[in-house]
């Protein structure tokens, strides 16, 4: 009797493929009810996140049902879905290295930055506290390159303006 669930199963499947292929969407939505549980434990499988499997398994049947002239009425429908979830979980991570080390360079540039702007924060507190004492005193401020192309402010050392009379 099991065997006739599953031949009936795969004729089910086929005549669905075929409906499928002409643009059926309650076709589609048959094998989407059919096959949302195998695909959400495929893709958790792969990623081993509930939030994301549950995303890219929904995104995988967007990507067939876009894909549904390729699919094969012949073959397996699930065989063709697992595919398509298995790249775009190969996919997701690939991405989230990439995205991770740009977060980490990210992270490190802003470190850099904070660093300057903390080093010209204290330049001009200190320019600005000399400099009420001694009104005489001038200082040269210079560009200091920092890492990460921010750049900070340094003090020179005072020199002291002489009154010309010429």
């Not at 470190?111 to 001694?134: A, E, K, M, P, Y």
Request: with cysteine; aromatic share 10%.
């Amino acid at each position: 009797m099991e065997l006739v669930l599953t031949q009936d199963l795969a004729t089910s499947d086929r005549d669905l493929a075929v409906r499928v292929r002409r643009g059926d969407a309650e076709a589609f939505g048959d094998l989407v009810e059919r096959y949302k549980r195998r695909a959400y434990y495929a893709a958790l499988g792969l990623v081993g996140s509930h939030e994301d499997a549950l995303d890219l398994s929904q995104e995988a049947f967007a990507r067939a049902f876009r894909a549904r002239k390729t699919l094969d009425p012949e073959r397996p429908f699930y065989a063709w879905l697992y595919q398509i979830i298995r790249r775009l979980c190969f996919n997701f991570h690939r991405d989230r290295k990439t995205r991770r080390r740009y977060m980490e360079e990210a992270g490190a540039l802003q470190q850099s930055q904070f660093r300057c702007r903390w080093r010209h924060r204290q330049s001009v507190q200190r320019l600005s506290l000399v400099g009420d004492r001694t009104g005489s005193n001038i200082f040269r401020l210079r560009r200091r390159g920092c890492s990460g192309g921010a750049g900070g402010l340094a003090m020179d050392r005072p020199s002291v303006l002489k009154n010309r009379q010429d």
